[in-house]
């Protein structure tokens, strides 16, 4: 019944370390985003793909990093973690076209030791 | 780019009694504002949604209304139930093409026996 799927649900990682989050979705939603939410903060779009167009918020480190290798997949690459990257990262889909409704995974719990 | 402000960022209600959590964004072209529910732990789950061409739309003991001149919208639930307790987003998009979800701070709310 899955339709976005995160894995791992929680990672811990060490201060620098590279870190890959990945994220899957059976809906074929050409719109796949990433958010990063810290505790008691709403969610906070780091980028987000339309089919393989990339696209980049204005704010979003240089530390992050995305790839879509296909439709169903998208990975978030966290290249040197500082503690301050430790969040729940949340993937979501979303059909083509504007006002359309975003259906988000489980997330991701990283914590950065 | 689009700002969204949520207001109050935590409410406390009896069971049965009503209530409205407030919003307002800041660019004009936004047309598209979803209302997000979040249980501790668990991901965003759309709960209502409504479109600029639209005032008010209901669904059972939820409603939520738009103002775009004044451009903010609202999310009324009446009856609330302890299982009505979350934080709630609400969301803006479409101002900037596709569908970019800028999200609210969040309200906690709590429904007591």
């Given at each position: 019944d899955a339709m976005v799927i995160q894995n791992p649900r929680y990672q811990v990682t060490q201060f620098g370390k590279p870190v890959t989050l990945s994220c899957s979705q059976t809906?074929?939603?050409?719109v796949m985003y990433w958010y990063q939410q810290k505790s008691s903060q709403a969610p906070k779009l780091l980028f987000h793909y339309y089919d393989k167009d990339f696209n980049n918020e204005?704010?979003?480190?240089?530390n992050f990093q995305s790839r879509r290798p296909n439709t169903s997949f998208c990975f978030l690459d966290i290249r040197s973690p500082g503690l301050g990257d430790a969040a729940m990262y949340l993937c979501a889909t979303s059909r083509k076209g504007l006002n359309t409704e975003a259906f988000f995974g489980q997330g991701t719990r990283l914590t950065v030791v | 780019g689009e700002n969204v402000e949520q207001h109050p960022s935590t409410l406390s209600v009896q069971e049965g009694d009503s209530a409205v959590i407030k919003c307002t964004y800041s660019d004009?072209?936004?047309n598209y504002f979803p209302w997000y529910k979040q249980e501790l732990g668990k991901r965003p789950q759309l709960i209502i949604d409504i479109r600029s061409n639209v005032g008010e739309k209901k669904d059972q003991r939820i409603a939520v209304t738009l103002n775009k001149t004044a451009k903010h919208f609202s999310l009324h639930i009446t009856e609330?139930?302890?299982?009505?307790?979350a934080v709630y987003f609400c969301a803006a998009s479409g101002g900037g093409g596709y569908n970019k979800l800028i999200f609210g701070a969040g309200t906690r709310l709590a429904v007591h026996p």
């Open positions: 809906l074929n939603h050409n204005a704010d979003t480190p240089d | 004009s072209a936004s609330t139930q302890p299982e009505d307790s």
